[in-house]
């Protein structure tokens, strides 16, 4: 969060597993690129952000503000999503149990997940 405040909108190979609770947090417009990010983003504000090929397995983004915001070449397995805000959301070339999972797949990840 310092980073994040001191003006940084790029992470990479960052690694924060699940002890790490960013319920609620505000990350505008911030990349995140090869992390490996199984961690609570319950009801975080994400808009604009962009996950390029990371570990998501597990993290949790229901009733978080994706708007606009970009997960792809991700693992996500075990991700859950429901309620989250998804407006202009783009999921493409993900993997989950070793297939690859588009925008078309994101519906089921939703009702499921």
Same mark, same amino acid.
């Given at each position: 969060?310092? #980073?994040? &405040?001191?003006? +940084?909108? !790029?992470?990479?190979? =960052?690694? %924060?597993?699940? !002890?790490? @609770? %960013?319920? $609620?947090?505000?990350?505008? @417009? =911030?990349?995140?690129?090869?992390?490996?990010?199984?961690?609570?983003?319950? &009801? #975080?504000?994400? *808009? /604009?952000? &962009?996950?390029?090929?990371?570990? %998501?397995?597990? *993290?949790?983004? &229901?009733? *978080?503000? %994706?708007?606009? *915001?970009?997960?792809? /070449?991700?693992? +996500?397995? !075990?991700?859950?999503?429901?309620? #989250?805000? +998804?407006? /202009?959301? =783009?999921? !493409?070339?993900?993997? #989950?149990?070793?297939?690859?999972?588009?925008?078309?797949?994101? $519906?089921?990840?939703?009702?499921?997940?």
């Amino acid at each position: 969060m310092e #980073a994040y &405040r001191n003006g +940084v909108r !790029s992470f990479e190979d =960052v690694e %924060l597993d699940t !002890s790490e @609770d %960013l319920s $609620d947090i505000v990350l505008i @417009d =911030v990349t995140f690129k090869h992390c490996w990010l199984n961690v609570n983003f319950i &009801r #975080a504000n994400l *808009a /604009g952000c &962009r996950f390029i090929e990371c570990c %998501l397995k597990t *993290a949790d983004f &229901r009733y *978080a503000n %994706l708007t606009h *915001a970009i997960i792809q /070449g991700c693992t +996500v397995e !075990s991700t859950r999503f429901s309620d #989250a805000i +998804v407006d /202009g959301f =783009v999921f !493409s070339e993900n993997s #989950a149990y070793s297939q690859e999972s588009g925008q078309e797949d994101f $519906d089921s990840f939703v009702r499921f997940f």
